[in-house]
T-cell receptor, first 114, second 112 residues
Framework: DSGVTQTPKHLITATGQRVTLRCSPR?????VYWYQQSLDQGLQFLIQ???????AKGNILERFSAQQFPDLHSELNLSSLELGDSALYFC?????????????FGPGTRLTVT | QKEVEQDPGPLSVPEGAIVSLNCTYS??????FMWYRQYSRKGPELLMY????GNKEDGRFTAQVDKSSKYISLFIRDSQPSDSATYLC????????????FGKGTKLSVIP
């Protein structure tokens, strides 16, 4: 158990809908990262927050947005969902914000868009 | 061309075999390389990291970097069924954003 929690575990929704994925980082970690994992693309970095501020953006679609709240938990919002958005979404957290700060991954949310 | 290339396998070996897992990368901002292990239906976990060129050993695992050929390897000695997982290599390609770029992962099965 990494100490990172994600809810829900599974989500099934229809195209065009909007969903919110939630992540609670390990106690003491200030950075939160969101990743998308699919069979064809592998594990892709979406976005990073550090102590409430956006730090880095990766391959995140405009239909997706995220935020980190004062209590450091984070939410990833996915809107106008398409079939291709079906994937595993992982949250990770780390103490620091740089590349040498070990990232601890949560168990993931499996999103299925029908 | 993906910037971190990894053979997806699957790779199936008998228990006790030496396993070699490999990645190539296009660039690395910090010469800092990581190997993650991901069990089925779980999140990735950091297995080893290494800087620059050379070897780093941790028990049955050895991480190796060849900067000149932009090649990174993970060796597993005396492989066990519990090593059955997907192994992902990762590095930071560009300074400034610090984001990790992962290979697609190699699925390993160690057969008892």
């Amino acid at each position: 158990d990494s100490g990172v929690t994600q809810t829900p575990k599974h989500l099934i929704t229809a195209t065009g809908q909007r969903v919110t994925l939630r992540c609670s980082p390990r106690s003491g970690d200030l950075s939160v990262y969101w990743y998308q994992q699919s069979l064809d693309q592998g594990l892709q970095f979406l976005i990073q927050y550090y102590n409430g501020e956006e730090r880095a953006k990766g391959n995140i679609l405009e239909r997706f947005s995220a935020q980190q709240f004062p209590d450091l938990h984070s939410e990833l919002n996915l809107s106008s969902l398409e079939l291709g958005d079906s994937a595993l979404y992982f949250c990770a957290s780390s103490v620091g914000e740089g590349p040498y700060s070990e990232q601890y991954f949560g168990p993931g949310t499996r999103l299925t868009v029908t | 061309q993906k910037e971190v290339e990894q053979d997806p396998g699957p790779l199936s070996v008998p228990e006790g075999a030496i396993v070699s897992l490999n990645c190539t990368y296009s660039n690395s901002a910090f010469q800092y390389f990581m190997w993650y292990r991901q069990y089925s239906r779980k999140g990735p976990e950091l297995l080893m990291y290494t800087y620059s060129s050379g070897n780093k050993e941790d028990g049955r695992f050895t991480a190796q970097v060849d900067k000149s050929s932009k090649y990174i390897s993970l060796f597993i000695r005396d492989s066990q069924p519990s090593d059955s997982a997907t192994y992902l290599c990762a590095t930071v390609l560009r300074a400034g954003s610090y984001q990790l770029t992962f290979g697609k992962g190699t699925k390993l099965s160690v057969i008892p």
